[in-house]
């Protein structure tokens, strides 16, 4: 018997919680060009954020707000998110969902620049979780980055890790395909934890040793 994934998915998305403030930041992204995570996506992000319980975070790729809502859902109440894009007016849109959700702006410091360049000016080892949603064709620069600000027993969530079905085709070349299967290749040997899960486009969740 086949299994139907598509079906499976739609199934899921239903099933998983949303809320009003999720839905319009999900709705607003087609507006302003980018690509929102899904239910699915955010609920596991939410799990995985409670979790680690970060009292630090960042988050790579802040869109119109989806995964800074499922962030902050999951954060403890005295955290804090620093959250970074390339693209300010998406920021604009995400902090004032932010504010619907009555989520305090002193807790999500929003950064505008690109990932690799602001990584770089942050503190290493200072944050228990961070979380990427960019470009794949970044990631060879921003992934090694984001390990390095990790604290020990901290987790690294890449988002849109399997590409649809890319990356398990080999005859697909594309550059973004061959980015990430050089970026899998170069965690191999890594003393990383590693569980790459088959959600949506596909979330790669790294944890650093202790």
């Keep these: ?56 975070a960042i988050e790579v ?7 800074t809502l499922a962030i902050m859902k999951g954060m403890p109440r005295m955290g804090v998110l620093t959250s970074i894009d390339t693209d300010a007016d998406r920021q604009s849109v ?23 360049d602001v990584l770089a000016r942050l503190a290493l080892g200072g944050y228990e979780l961070v979380f990427i949603d960019a470009d794949p064709l970044t ?10 600000r990790l604290a020990a027993g901290g987790l690294l969530v890449v988002n849109r890790t399997l590409l649809g079905g890319e990356i ?20 191999e040997d890594s003393p990383l934890e590693r569980l790459l899960l088959p959600i949506d486009d596909g979330l790669l969740v790294l944890r650093k040793p202790r």
């Design 1 to 56: 018997m086949s299994r139907d994934y598509a079906s499976d998915a739609h199934f899921a998305g239903r099933f998983n919680a949303s809320d009003a403030v999720m839905d319009a930041a999900r709705t607003l992204a087609a507006e302003y060009h980018t690509a929102p995570i899904s239910r699915t996506s955010a609920a596991a992000l939410t799990l995985l954020t409670s979790l680690t319980s970060p009292a630090a």
């Design 61 to 67: 790729g802040t869109g119109t707000g989806t995964s």
């Design 94 to 116: 995400a902090r004032d969902l932010l504010d619907v959700a009555e989520i305090g702006r002193h807790r999500v410091r929003m950064i505008a620049g690109r990932g690799e």
């Design 139 to 148: 990631y060879s620069r921003v992934v090694p980055l984001a390990i390095d």
């Design 168 to 187: 398990a085709n080999p005859a697909m070349r594309t550059p973004r395909a061959n980015a990430l299967r050089a970026m899998f290749s170069s965690l």
